[in-house]
């Protein structure tokens, strides 16, 4: 049987809550973090053959060389870009296959989402439309260079690992704004950034593993 048939919605939605309280027992506390976690399903972003482990917590195969990010990672990273605050206008830099750009649309009030590698955004595209989140834009370009046409962002949130912090996302944050990284090679730790006026901020959260950020498009 497969999760993406009627029938299967409610298995689906069972695997979604045990998710989501495993989430809870490992440490998420932000309740519209977990609702938003609760509202995507994430079967409906990976291959049918991998549908059954899409409520697992790890990361999965998406193609081109790619992976949808781990749920713990995600529910992770916009809590802690929550804390006290609201996500607002948000970029995100890596979309893949869309999994974290809609769960941002539950959180942000505007989603800018790009992907260098457009099949990979069409991926997006489709996999989206059914859910028609009307915050959502997706965009095929570079995010090192960030999103200009549509900045500043309270919220920056990049979903492959950067060598050093991009000084474009760094310009690209609104006053009072978040950046959200992963740093590294094969050792990599998230980084958070915060603007105050001209001054940026800087902390090191959790080790982590994501795919690289690479510059150009393809
Ligand atoms: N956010 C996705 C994770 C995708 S993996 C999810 O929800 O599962 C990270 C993605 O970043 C890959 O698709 C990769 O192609 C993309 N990427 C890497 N470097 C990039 C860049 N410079 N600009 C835009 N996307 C990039």
């Given at each position: 049987?497969?999760?993406?048939?009627?029938?299967?919605?409610?298995?689906?939605?069972?695997?979604?809550a045990?998710?989501?309280e495993?989430?809870?027992?490992?440490?998420?506390?932000?309740?519209?973090?977990?609702?938003?976690?609760?509202?995507?399903?994430?079967?409906?972003?990976?291959?049918e053959?991998l549908?059954?482990?899409?409520?697992?917590?790890?990361?999965?195969p998406?193609?081109?060389?790619?992976?949808?990010?781990?749920?713990?990672?995600?529910?992770?990273?916009?809590?802690?870009?929550?804390?006290?605050?609201?996500?607002?206008?948000?970029l995100e830099?890596g979309?893949?296959?869309?999994?974290?750009?809609?769960?941002?649309?539950?959180?942000?009030?505007?989603?800018?989402?790009?992907?260098?590698?457009?099949?990979?955004?069409?991926?997006?595209?489709?996999?989206?439309?059914?859910l028609?989140l009307?915050?959502?834009?997706l965009?095929?370009?570079?995010?090192?260079?960030?999103l200009?046409?549509?900045?500043?962002?309270?919220?920056?949130?990049?979903?492959?690992?950067?060598?050093?912090?991009?000084?474009?996302?760094?310009?690209?944050l609104?006053?009072?704004g978040?950046?959200?990284l992963?740093?590294?090679?094969?050792?990599?730790?998230?980084v958070?950034?915060?603007?105050q006026?001209?001054?940026?901020?800087?902390?090191?959260?959790?080790?982590?593993?994501?795919?690289?950020l690479?510059?150009?498009?393809?």
């Open positions: 049987m497969s999760l993406r048939r009627p029938d299967a919605v409610q298995a689906a939605a069972r695997a979604r045990r998710m989501v495993r989430l809870r027992a490992q440490g998420i506390r932000d309740d519209k973090v977990l609702a938003a976690m609760m509202q995507v399903p994430r079967h409906a972003f990976v291959e053959g549908a059954y482990s899409a409520y697992d917590d790890t990361a999965l998406i193609g081109y060389q790619q992976t949808i990010s781990q749920p713990f990672v995600v529910a992770k990273m916009i809590e802690a870009l929550r804390a006290g605050r609201e996500l607002g206008r948000t830099v979309a893949g296959c869309g999994y974290q750009a809609a769960v941002l649309s539950f959180v942000a009030t505007e989603v800018y989402a790009v992907e260098r590698i457009r099949p990979l955004l069409d991926v997006a595209r489709e996999n989206l439309r059914p028609r009307p915050n959502v834009r965009k095929c370009a570079d995010g090192t260079m960030g200009p046409e549509a900045a500043p962002y309270d919220t920056i949130i990049v979903a492959a690992a950067a060598a050093s912090v991009p000084a474009s996302l760094k310009e690209q609104a006053p009072g978040r950046l959200m992963p740093v590294g090679g094969a050792d990599q730790r998230l958070m950034i915060e603007r006026g001209n001054v940026f901020r800087e902390s090191r959260l959790e080790a982590v593993r994501f795919v690289p690479l510059t150009g498009t393809e």
